[in-house]
């Protein structure tokens, strides 16, 4: 399989104009589309509508172009943003293809693209440890061994040790790790530095 990576910049979270430009130059066509990754001009909080509308922007493109009904575009395609380009970031797209090989290759060492997804989470299950080892299902230890650079052994131990833990244990360390996110965006008045030793400190203090 073919795959590749396509960066396309945004004017505004619904602006799908470059994907549409690069579809239009047979760059790649909207049933290749396997997954979406970018950020928009939001604040990533809970009030940040632009990630919801860049998502469905992107799912009605591909929609339109593919013939297909938009629950299947996002069942299909998984699209994720981060909110916030503060810096010297700007809001972008990357896109990612796969797609049958055009030619011949020379037997390198290629670019791949993999997607998984879980089943449906309850809303008291988000951020909660069910959320996480629901994730987790969808990786593999060899795969997430490749990612992190590690060897497989190494990976399978950890997946190993992340089973000994209570549902309750990692429930306070996710609950734990939302309030240091709240306060590094805001919501505390001490030091950033401070706030992440503070955690840091409480989620690996041995069980009383």
Same mark, same amino acid.
């Given at each position: 399989?073919?795959?590749?990576?396509?960066?396309?910049?945004?004017?505004?979270?619904?602006?799908?104009?470059?994907?549409?430009?690069?579809?239009?130059?047979?760059?790649?066509?909207?049933?290749?589309?396997?997954?979406?990754?970018?950020?928009?001009?939001?604040?990533?909080?809970?009030?940040?509508?632009?990630?919801?509308?860049?998502?469905?922007?992107?799912?009605?493109?591909?929609?339109? /172009?593919?013939?297909?009904?938009?629950?299947?575009?996002?069942?299909?395609?998984?699209?994720?943003?981060?909110?916030?380009?503060?810096?010297?970031?700007?809001?972008?797209?990357?896109?990612?293809?796969?797609?049958?090989?055009?030619?011949?290759?020379?037997?390198?060492? /290629?670019?791949?693209?993999?997607?998984?997804?879980? /089943?449906?989470?309850?809303?008291?299950?988000?951020?909660?440890?069910?959320?996480?080892?629901?994730?987790?299902?969808?990786?593999?230890?060899?795969?997430?061994?490749?990612?992190?650079?590690?060897?497989?052994?190494?990976?399978?131990?950890?997946?190993?040790?992340?089973?000994?833990?209570?549902?309750?244990?990692?429930?306070?360390?996710?609950?734990?790790?939302?309030?240091?996110?709240?306060?590094?965006?805001?919501?505390? /008045?001490?030091?950033?530095?401070?706030?992440?030793?503070?955690?840091?400190?409480?989620?690996?203090?041995?069980?009383?």
């Amino acid at each position: 399989m073919n795959c590749q990576a396509f960066k396309t910049g945004m004017r505004a979270p619904d602006d799908v104009s470059a994907a549409t430009a690069l579809m239009d130059g047979g760059a790649f066509k909207a049933e290749h589309v396997v997954a979406i990754l970018g950020k928009t001009e939001g604040n990533g909080a809970v009030n940040d509508y632009t990630r919801a509308l860049a998502t469905l922007s992107f799912q009605l493109l591909l929609a339109r /172009r593919t013939n297909r009904k938009i629950e299947e575009i996002a069942r299909r395609v998984p699209i994720i943003w981060s909110g916030g380009t503060e810096g010297l970031m700007s809001p972008h797209a990357t896109i990612f293809t796969r797609e049958p090989e055009r030619g011949p290759t020379a037997g390198q060492k /290629r670019f791949t693209v993999g997607t998984a997804y879980t /089943r449906d989470l309850l809303p008291e299950e988000f951020g909660t440890a069910v959320h996480a080892r629901v994730a987790a299902e969808g990786v593999r230890p060899r795969d997430a061994a490749g990612r992190l650079k590690m060897h497989p052994f190494y990976v399978q131990k950890l997946y190993a040790q992340a089973r000994n833990y209570s549902a309750e244990e990692l429930n306070g360390v996710t609950l734990r790790l939302a309030e240091l996110d709240h306060a590094l965006k805001g919501g505390s /008045r001490l030091a950033n530095d401070l706030e992440l030793e503070r955690a840091l400190m409480e989620v690996t203090r041995p069980a009383a």
